[in-house]
């Protein structure tokens, strides 16, 4: 990473992804800019962070073009020239925070929760592109989450929004690949216990879940930050247009024995004579 430069959507504070993301790319020797709502700014711990790494943060409302705009345009101007990598790592529902089900949604509440989550990732693309701010064979990540293909209890509206952002991927990264080398993939992340991921019902238990179900357990945040860098490097520069599965083995199992556990008095039969468990 040493000499690329980048912007990074959506540090709050030290649980973010998007934290850990921009401490690592800082690590590994790029310059950044980091970006988030005003309120954010205002309430959040993100001035500390550019303390910390020595980089500027430029208020943004993601889904205003305008704000976006200002993003990129003084993000080249601070780093001297085109980016190089973008992170975006935005989600919210206003239904999940106010607790509307899904079968009782508040459509305003939906059109924001699209808006946020997904269609500020496609308004970002699009103005980066027509300002020429990435680079040729840049790379933007977009952090996503399995909830886009499956239905998991609590999960809301956030899936259809995680669903549009995933294909967002795909049809902007033909375009900016053909056309500037761009590539665009999103990473489908385990549950983490970030700020955002508190505010879904069940969070807890849906935590446990999936590190039962997942043969290498659940990827923490740091974890994330590390497959981010390897996808903003030049080690990666064929992969474009993927959803990217993170997750520990989540994504391609059915059923545990760890997870069938919890369903079981106990795990004595399928433990061998020196009481370890068998996992075949």
Avoid at 143 to 165: C, E, H, P, V, W
Avoid at 179 to 191: D, Y
Wanted: glycine fraction near 8%; hydrophobic fraction near 40%.
């Amino acid at each position: 990473m040493k000499g690329k430069k980048g912007i990074i959507f959506g540090a709050l504070n030290e649980k973010s992804i998007a934290w850990k993301v921009a401490e690592r790319a800082v690590e590994e020797g790029a310059t950044i800019t980091l970006s988030n709502t005003p309120v954010a700014v205002r309430m959040g711990t993100v001035s500390a962070l550019s303390d910390k790494l020595h980089c500027e943060v430029i208020p943004a409302d993601a889904t205003s073009v305008e704000d976006l705009e200002n993003v990129f345009n003084r993000s080249v101007e601070i780093l001297g020239g085109p980016v190089d990598f973008v992170l975006h790592s935005i989600g919210m529902s206003p239904n999940v925070r106010k607790g509307r089900t899904y079968d009782d949604l508040d459509y305003s509440n939906l059109n924001k929760t699209i808006d946020i989550s997904a269609i500020s990732f496609h308004k970002m693309l699009q103005v980066a592109k027509k300002l020429n701010a990435i680079a040729e064979y840049g790379s933007v990540v977009a952090l996503s989450y399995i909830a886009s293909q499956r239905t998991l209890f609590g999960y809301n509206d956030m899936a259809d929004a995680k669903a549009m952002l995933e294909s967002i991927a795909r049809s902007f990264g033909y375009i900016y690949g053909r056309e500037h080398n761009v590539r665009i993939n999103c990473i489908s992340q385990s549950p983490t216990a970030t700020t955002a991921g508190q505010g879904i019902k069940g969070m807890d238990n849906l935590l446990d879940f999936a590190n039962r179900m997942s043969p290498l357990g659940n990827a923490d945040a740091a974890e994330c930050a590390d497959y981010c860098i390897s996808m903003f490097s030049d080690l990666t520069k064929k992969v474009t247009m993927q959803t990217l599965y993170h997750d520990g083995g989540f994504s391609s199992m059915g059923m545990s024995l760890r997870a069938m556990g919890q369903y079981e008095k106990g795990l004595d039969e399928y433990k061998d004579e020196n009481g370890n468990i068998i996992y075949g």
